[in-house]
């Protein structure tokens, strides 16, 4: 099966009241595994931001006054997503906006004619009734990094959702691909988490705050009768540096 993890951004919360997209970012996966194409394009709006707007993205028009409009695009994005299964999160936001940039192209057609659209939104909170399931809420709740998402970027936001599907969909078994193997989804995890722009940042931790660490783990399993899970970690795991 061929996924495209699907983002945009865009210059207000309606499309219905002619706001444009901004960015798109898409991720491909076939087989439950990143193969390393990406999609991302800003995109001129040709028309201001909504108040809010600006900020959430941190784009300018200034900075987007010279990026292709959608129509110089589309052929592009078309090839890149056509008769895929496209993952997006909360999708009827993102294919209203799509739909509407596809109506301004002669000839264009629907979107909704050449993919099929899976929400993991609703995937969320039909695994987790009545909590918050925003793409930052999952990341936490996942175990997903995303200390780095200071600002919606749609490439960005579209990796982070690529793992936060993946580890929604760990063990469940899908139509033709019978079990999906756990230890599979995570070495994919890791993979996305590789297209990321710039090293991940390495924690460096001192020799005594490495001592206060160590008599707190002592004092914790002296009242469990035991040792601690963190005990029987090796060092080496925890991604963590030390220093004196």
Known sequence: ??????????????????????EI?????????PTGRTFHR????????????????????????????????????IEFVDGAELV??????????????????DGAGRLADRVRVLDSLEMARQRYPGQRNSLDALCRRLGVDNAHRQLHGAL???????????????????IGFGQVDEAEAASAAIALAGLRLGPRPRVVVLADE????AARLDAIGRR??????WETMPASSAGVETTA
């Open 156 to 174: 960005l936001d579209a990796q982070l959702l690529a793992e936060v599907y993946l580890a929604l969909t760990a063990g469940q078994g899908e």
């Open 25 to 33: 970012g898409c991720v491909e996966m076939v087989e439950r595994r």
């Open 42 to 77: 800003y995109l001129n709006p040709q028309r201001e931001f909504e108040i809010g707007a600006q900020e959430v993205t941190g784009l300018t028009l200034e900075f987007l006054a010279d990026k292709p409009l959608f129509a110089d695009v589309i052929e592009e994005f």
């Open 224 to 229: 469990a009768g035991g040792r601690t899970v």
């Open 1 to 22: 099966m061929r996924q495209i993890v699907l983002d945009t951004e865009t210059t207000g919360l309606e499309w219905r009241k002619g706001n444009r997209v901004v």
């Open 88 to 105: 997006i999160h909360n999708a009827a936001f993102d294919m209203g906006f799509l739909e509407a940039e596809f109506a301004r192209c």
């Open 210 to 213: 490495l001592a206060a660490h």
